[in-house]
């Protein structure tokens, strides 16, 4: 395992997307988005998933996201071939520099990937913003009781402006999707009853559910109806508001009337916040000055 200077890294992260055709905005804001999972103990949303974009067809590091229809209260846009992070990026920007005078439902068409959410729930309330967002991707979810998987991971994330802004950032799943690709790569089995079988039995191969054999189970152990009506809350959402094929994210804007985070804080008494942990785990890398990167992979990164 390689210790690299978050600099270091950022710079050998940032040549590497100048490579694919990315410019210096997009490489710098798709880098921070790797490196701020990487810092946050989030690997399964960081410099791997360089690997994964150096090897996608049909992605223009060029093309950028498209408004094509303004109402009020709504935007919708296109992600006209971009790549997710970028077209979610450049979308919610441009919607916290129109900020709404209420609220907005800000819909992001044809999006994927679009990787850690509260990386761009944060920059929304950094603006001032409450940001509610969701997005779709490939089926991972199985239903518990078995059957092909047929849901997205389904992320949901709230982002309120505060000191610090409160980031609840969750997936519906037992195991991202990034877990699955991690044990794989390691050669390892999945954690205990994480994986489902089509007839409903227990899944620990990672290659099965990677070749779509099987599927994640939701989370919530002996309730996992309620995580599996969670993954289906969104399927519903994100489905109703769009209407072209493909993947989308869907974000609702609105100016905070309160310091939410601060008040839900103050009923925890000192305990434990969500998000709390990953904030902690990113000020004491930076603190150390070094991201542990597995050597074959900080290989490819500089090759």
């Known amino acids: 395992m390689a210790e690299v200077r978050p600099d270091e890294l950022r710079a050998a992260v940032e040549e590497r997307l100048h490579g694919l055709g990315f410019d210096a905005r997009t490489a ?20 791997e998933r360089l690997r994964w974009l150096a090897g996608e067809d049909g992605i223009d590091p060029r093309a950028r996201p498209v408004l094509f229809e303004r109402a009020d209260g709504l935007g919708r846009w296109d992600g006209n071939g971009a790549v997710g992070y970028v077209a979610l990026a450049d979308a919610l920007a441009a919607e916290a520099d129109d900020r709404p005078a209420g609220a907005r439902l800000v819909v992001i068409e044809r999006c994927f990937p679009t990787g850690r959410l509260g990386w761009f729930a944060e ?4 603006n001032g913003l409450v940001c509610l967002l969701t997005a779709t991707s490939p089926a991972r979810i199985a239903h518990p009781d078995g059957g092909p998987p047929a849901l997205a991971t389904s992320p949901l994330c709230l982002a309120v ?7 609840v950032d969750v997936s519906m799943g037992r195991i991202t999707f990034g877990d699955v690709l991690a044990a794989a790569a390691a050669g390892e089995p999945l954690p205990a009853g994480s994986g489902v079988r089509p007839d409903g039995s227990p899944e620990d191969d990672p290659a099965e559910i990677l070749a779509g054999r099987a599927g994640i189970r939701p989370f919530g152990g002996d309730q996992a109806h309620k995580g599996l009506a969670l993954a289906v809350l969104v399927e519903l959402l994100v489905a109703a508001v769009s209407a072209s094929p493909g993947f989308a994210a869907v ?30 785990r990113r ?6 000055g070094s991201i542990h990167v597995p050597d074959d992979l900080w290989d490819w990164i500089r090759r």
């Open 28 to 47: 710098g804001l798709i880098g921070d988005h790797y490196l701020d999972a990487e810092l946050r103990g989030a690997a399964t949303h960081g410099l």
């Open 123 to 126: 920059r929304a309330a950094a």
């Open 161 to 167: 402006p505060g000191a610090p802004p409160a980031v």
């Open 283 to 288: 000020e004491a890398a930076l603190a150390r």
């Open 251 to 280: 974000a609702l804007l609105a100016a905070p009337r309160s310091d939410a985070g601060r008040r839900v804080r103050d009923l925890l008494n000192g305990r434990r916040f969500p998000g709390d942990g990953s904030r902690a």
